[in-house]
């Protein structure tokens, strides 16, 4: 186990260097010069090459790169051009926002794929079956940022139940305000993993329920509702664990367009703007940490999935 | 001898018709590609048949209902017809999906057919580049591409395209690698065939299934990330009939006219839906497991 995990967090490093380089090369290859960005379009030849060589951009590549990773090691990620202020503070507020969003909607996905899965499964070409299917085909094709506006104008302007936009109503910051603000888009970024949840599920619990240990279990005359819940969930519930840990890539790349409709304040929308007003900073830290999180989430499932399933250790 | 010679010829002909036959079973799909038939045909007359300027103005129309006389789908911010502009806006919307996919495709196939059938280093080296590249959502690959070349419908296919390149390495791959040391190509090199040669002539066709059932399915996913990437301002631009610049802009309006914001984004479900379904009719008919079950029956 010690010699997987070693094994396994020695990959994980290797990887996050490759993100690193490629994020730091992405935003080099992008257009424009940060230093006229922060100077403006008037500055001078002499004020530009003053700034630049302040800010090290007249060095080469590899020196810039490896002065760029030494301070984000160190949790600086620079200054933003636009909001002139340090971009970790920013892209830690923002992330609270993010993670507060993705946790809500995987429990959102999992409760709900995992009963619709189980339910269809139990119940194989019943009715419940087929809608619960049909739903999750339906879901999994529907464009997230669609289904945030079927719902905003269902359930904020047509009933309003819940607040259309933001993370809180202003002046407020109670914790029950930010659930209230919080239902909407959680729903709406948990409704695609959801589906596939159910999908994965019901295979995985179908092709347990044949199995002979379950005719045993059975057999012994153990009540159905046991023999699901201690015999079959448990190892159906191994595949379904790799599919949770993909969909948290979904959610953090959904979280953008979610927090784009609901004006939720997270590390999407920051990026988003940060990519529309070119602060190169603010997009390369906000980029690194989404990666960052995806990477260190499926090294939990591969865990979770060894704790879960020894074979899978060798 | 002559059933000899009949015998390979029929299997492989009842393998295909087979193949097809259960595709035709499948009546959902078979809906679902009539559907994608008939879009076909309002991609190619679509703008022949639009009843007003997608980009023409008319303040006196603003934000009409559907079912205004002369605008069967309303109008919108600007008085333009919404009819016009989903028919206009089908082509770019729809053929980011498949320019996208072609992208993927023309860059991830060959990469994954040398890594996997040369393997070795270059394999090494591929497989950790495509790590790396998986490490990343692939919604915000495609926006961190974005980023880089600028906004633009172009740049979105381009962008969303290319963010889909390490999972066409991985499909061919692991083909490429199962494939190499068989038989019928370790019999072709013996006959004196060259790299060249067994690589397009021999294992690509043999890579083809799978490659064909996520190229279908991945169409729809590329046609939903370039609308969002128009959704957030970094695909294509205002003005431009586009289902998600269309999305986008209705937005603003969803509380007096959410029609603006529901026509466009059903446009888009609809052909995701068609695509999803056609590519899972297709996955079980070409599936090789139950191909080779039809065959020794």
């Given amino acids: 186990m010690v010699a997987f995990l070693i094994r396994r967090i020695l990959g994980l490093v290797l990887v996050w260097l490759g993100v690193t380089i490629l994020v730091f090369s992405i935003m080099h290859l992008a257009p424009g010069d940060p230093a ?98 049909l739903l999750a085909l339906l879901g999994f094709c529907l464009p997230v940022f669609w289904l945030g506006l079927i719902l905003q104008i269902g359930l904020a302007y047509r009933l309003p139940v819940f607040p259309v936009s933001g993370m809180n109503a202003p002046g407020q910051s109670g914790f029950l305000d930010t659930l209230h603000h919080l239902v909407l888009p959680a729903v709406t970024l948990g409704i695609g993993p959801a589906a596939v949840i159910a999908r994965m599920t019901r295979s995985s619990v179908l092709e347990v329920i044949r199995q002979d240990f379950v005719r045993t279990a059975r057999a012994k005359g153990l009540a159905e509702r046991v023999v699901i819940l201690r015999h079959v969930l448990r190892n159906a519930l191994i595949p379904v664990l790799t599919i949770v840990g993909l969909q948290v890539g979904y959610l953090f790349g959904g979280a953008v367009l979610v927090e784009m409709v609901f004006s939720w304040p997270g590390l999407g929308l920051l990026m988003v703007n940060g990519i529309l007003a070119r602060d190169f900073p603010v997009v390369q830290g906000a980029v690194l940490i989404v990666a960052t999180t995806y990477v260190l989430v499926n090294l939990l499932v591969d865990v979770l999935y060894t704790l879960v399933d020894p074979r899978v250790r060798t | 001898m002559e059933t000899v010679k009949a015998l390979p010829l029929t299997k492989s002909r009842r393998a295909s018709l087979s193949a097809w036959q259960r595709f035709l079973k499948d009546r959902w799909a078979v809906a679902a590609l009539l559907f994608l038939a008939v879009l076909a045909v309002v991609l190619v007359v679509g703008p022949a048949v ?201 937005r603003q309006y969803v509380g007096v006219a959410p029609h603006l914001a529901l026509l466009p ?33």
């Fill in chain 2, 265 to 297: 984004g059903f446009a888009i479900f609809s052909v995701v839906l068609a695509l999803n379904l056609v590519g899972d009719g297709l996955r079980d008919a070409l599936d090789p497991r139950l191909r080779g079950v039809t065959a020794q029956e």
């Fill in chain 1, 36 to 133: 006229m960005i922060i100077l403006g379009p008037k500055a001078t030849a002499e004020s530009l090459a003053r700034l630049r060589h302040e800010l090290g951009l007249d060095r080469p590549l590899p020196v810039q790169y490896l002065r760029w990773l030494g301070n984000v090691l160190q949790g600086d990620f620079g200054r933003s051009l636009q909001l002139k202020r340090d971009v970790s503070e920013l892209l830690w507020t923002r992330f609270r926002a993010t993670a507060l969003l993705a946790t809500a909607a995987t429990v959102i996905a999992v409760a709900i794929g995992l009963t619709a899965g189980v339910v269809s499964a139990t119940r194989q070409y019943s009715v419940w079956d087929r809608a619960a299917m």
């Fill in chain 2, 50 to 250: 639009a009843p007003h300027d997608p980009l023409k103005t008319n303040l006196g129309m603003r934000l009409k209902p559907p079912g205004t006389p002369g605008y069967l789908l309303g109008t919108d911010e600007l008085g333009r017809d919404v009819l016009s502009r989903l028919l206009y806006g089908a082509r770019p919307s729809i053929g980011v999906g498949f320019a996208a996919v072609g992208v993927a495709m023309l860059v991830g196939v060959p990469i994954g057919l040398l890594a996997g059938y040369f393997g070795g280093l270059l394999d090494t080296v591929v497989s950790r580049i495509v790590d790396v590249l998986l490490a990343f959502p692939y919604v915000l690959l495609a926006i961190a591409i974005v980023a880089a070349l600028g906004p633009g419908l172009f740049n979105a296919m381009l962008a969303v395209g290319i963010a889909g390149v390490p999972y066409y390495v991985r499909i061919v791959r692991a083909s490429a690698l199962a494939l190499r040391d068989q038989e019928f190509i370790q019999a072709s090199r013996a006959l004196g065939a060259g790299h060249g040669r067994i690589l397009f002539r021999h294992v690509l066709p043999n890579a083809l299934s799978p490659l064909i059932v996520a190229a279908t399915l991945d169409v729809g996913w590329m046609i939903t990330a370039a609308a969002g990437l128009s959704f957030l301002g970094l695909g294509a631009q205002p003005p431009q009939p586009e289902w998600g610049v269309m999305l986008s802009d209705g």
